[in-house]
């Protein structure tokens, strides 16, 4: 009897697999490894990675692959792949924030790999643009370089954002929102660091609809309500990110009815960007990041 049981829930699971897949449309399959151990770590990737008539996920635990059904015009490879990492799951494109992997039962806490695995497209690229000649010291400076560039258009259009707030230019602030979403997309995050990685994985999507409202509307209020928001997980990443000047992390008390509200500033003499002309030196320095 046990073993009829057990071929009428494989039987069911086949089903219900099949059925999974006559509702994706467009579908598109593809294989990734993804690191994990066990049931558990399957039923958890498999939780994270599926989507109602989007996304399909399946893992084998012997071979660590995981098998990607999903419908391409809603959905890619990299959208299901981050959704595994917050659960706690590595690939070789996206890492788990160090503290979603610290509290996965520890059955499930597999080796990790020390970096994601740069894409050979992307080293043939930097190989092309370095001097013949150059020794392993200068490639590593090169490639740290280029890895430091990656969040500098976040920060500078973020900056953007703040100043035409500070000058209350609805117009102005729009368009650069506008910007700041596109560098956001643009992010490469193989080549952050560890660091700048678990954050920004944290911090995305709120990074990308914060500053997808500010571009949505030339209401200077919803701005700047949308800006207090980006301001936070803008802070968090300031903090783990080398910067070439000291950042000053800014305070106005009066914003919100009193609630307060932050920002992120260059200069060192405050402009506040919740109040503009009417209170522009409203707020203090609470934080310098160097």
Known sequence: MKSLSKIVMVIVVLLSSMNSFAQIKNAKTETVKIYGNCDMCK???EKAGNVNKVANVEWNED??????????????QD?????IALAGYDSDNFLAPD???TKLPECCQYDRVAKPVVKAKDADMLMHNEHKGHNDMNQT????????????????????????LVKTDAGNSFAKAAELVKAIKAVEMTKLSNEEHAVWMKALKDLTDNAGNIAATKDISKQREAFALLS????????????????YYQHCPMYNSGKGANWLSKEEAVKNPYYGNKMLTCGNIIETIK
């Open 141 to 164: 400076k090169v490639t740290a370089a280029q890895e430091g560039q990656q969040l500098k258009a976040v920060f500078d259009n973020y900056y953007l954002v703040k100043d035409a």
């Open 99 to 101: 503290d979603v992997y």
């Open 63 to 76: 071979t660590k692959m995981a098998t990607f059904t999903y419908d391409a015009n809603k959905t890619n």
């Open 79 to 83: 959208e299901i792949l981050k959704r």
């Open 43 to 45: 039923a958890n990737i």
């Open 232 to 247: 936070k997980y803008m802070y968090e990443l300031t903090k783990v990110s080398k910067q070439e000047t000291p950042v």
